[in-house]
Every structure is written in structure tokens, then in C-alpha cells.
């Protein structure tokens, strides 16, 4: 599909206010990593919603969120267009997904002491795993798990806060983020290797089926281009690479 040219079904899908309305996840401190002097997000997500609504000819109105959870349920209430968040079985019940455009390494940290080697270990009774309650990873382990407890949080912030305060043996989250939390802990460690990659999406409700096509051709041009890895560049973010 040729996505520099748009369909006048595909642009009455996505621009039914006049301008593409682009639902944003703030909590994902890789993909937005500033705000404008207008309240308007910074970062890839923001990078790529731009790029969407310039291919379409209209301009971008941010509709921003605090996590993706609430990003995931604007989507039912028509708050926005597109919505940029990770690609769960979940969500797409509601949500048509593009492939993956960045993905973001999940994995475990552990206490000093911890007998814990590996990413198999994790999954036994009597581990309780702090993380954040509806992000990817989080859901992804909610689906997984067999026998580890999870303490679920509000936030990134506070999951570390429960980890710490209820001396919980692993804490869940993204590698970036377990990179900085392992500084403040003397004696942890990030458990080697990955039980999950977060990878980043472009959806729109389910019933713009034009659009979802128009949508998934435009993330695969956006790889192949080089916009994406420019984008991620551009905001010297590190931990995040292009989906294959």
C-alpha cells in the first residue's frame, strides 16, 4: 500500500474532528521524554502521531494519559484516533494494532541475597512480584504466571516503593528503568536475559477497519525508512530499539 496516498474513507475514519487526535501514554518515560512550553508531550510517540497526521494532511491534537490503561479505555468513550501504546491481547479486543514500530527489553530485579539466578526461577510460590498495575509487561505476566504472587501498583514509582517497603523478593519493570532502580539498591541485581519485550503500537478502535489497513502500512514505512530509528536518536533514548 502507498500511504502518501490517503483515501478519503481512511482520512473520514481517523480525522473526525478535523485533526488527528493522538491518545498518549505519559508513564512511558522512553517513549515521552519532556513536555513543550504548551503541555503538549515530547519523545517518539509524539514523533510518530506527528509523522501519522502529516501524512493525512491535518494537524495533531495530543490527547494525553496518565498510563495505558486509561489510553486503553478512551478508546471505547471515541477520545482519540489513534492511540499509541503497547499491542496486548487485552487491548485488542477493543483496539486494531499496527505491527510493533520499538520494543522495550521487561525483566526482574532481586534483592541482595536473593537466590534467584535466573528469569525460570522467578515463576515458584512464595515469590511475590512487585509491578505496575495494566502496564504491557504486567499484563503479560498476569497471563503467564503459574505460581508467583503479583502485588500490583499505580505506578512505576510506587511498584518500586511497595518492593522496598514489603520486602518483596523481585520487582518487575522495564530494563531502562531496572538500570536506574539497581543504583539506589545496594547488592541487587537485574536478573539476565528477558521474560517479555513491550512492544510499541500504533491502534485505533476496532471499527476503523480502513484505517487499521492505511494505519499498518504507514508503521512498516516508518521502519523501513529509518524515521523510527531517527526519531529514537533524535531523543537519545536509550533501551529502545526497532521492532523487527
Not at 45 to 59: C, F, T, Y
Request: proline share 4%; charged share 20%.
Amino acid at each position: 500500500m502507498n500511504t502518501s496516498v490517503v483515501n478519503s474513507v481512511v482520512l473520514t475514519e481517523l480525522t473526525k474532528t478535523g485533526k488527528l487526535r493522538a491518545g498518549v501514554n505519559l508513564s512511558n518515560f522512553l517513549l515521552v521524554t519532556d513536555r513543550a512550553a504548551n503541555g503538549d508531550p515530547i519523545g517518539v510517540s509524539p514523533d510518530i502521531a506527528q509523522e501519522i497526521a502529516s501524512r493525512l494532511g491535518v494537524e495533531v491534537e495530543f490527547v494525553c494519559y496518565p498510563d495505558p490503561g486509561a489510553v486503553c479505555d478512551a478508546a471505547e468513550l471515541g477520545e482519540w484516533d489513534i492511540g499509541n501504546i503497547g499491542a496486548e491481547p487485552q487491548r485488542a479486543e477493543t483496539i486494531a494494532f499496527t505491527s510493533a514500530y520499538c520494543e522495550i527489553e521487561a525483566t526482574y530485579l532481586v534483592p541482595a541475597g536473593s537466590r534467584l539466578q535466573s528469569i525460570s526461577d522467578v515463576d515458584q510460590s512464595g515469590i511475590r512480584i512487585a509491578t505496575k498495575g495494566r502496564a504491557a509487561y504486567g499484563l503479560w505476566l498476569e497471563k503467564n504466571l503459574r505460581h508467583a504472587q503479583l502485588v500490583r501498583s499505580g505506578s512505576i514509582d510506587a511498584s518500586f516503593d511497595d518492593f522496598v517497603a514489603q520486602g518483596l523478593e523481585v520487582l518487575a519493570g522495564l530494563k531502562p528503568r531496572l538500570l536506574r532502580d539497581v543504583e539506589r539498591l545496594p547488592g541487587a541485581r537485574i536478573l539476565e536475559g528477558k521474560f517479555s519485550a513491550v512492544q510499541q503500537s500504533v491502534g485505533t478502535p476496532r471499527k476503523n477497519k480502513n484505517a487499521a489497513a492505511w494505519l499498518a502500512a504507514t508503521v512498516e514505512e516508518l521502519k523501513a525508512s529509518g524515521f523510527v530509528a531517527g526519531a529514537i536518536a533524535k531523543h537519545n533514548v536509550q533501551g529502545l530499539t526497532v521492532a523487527a
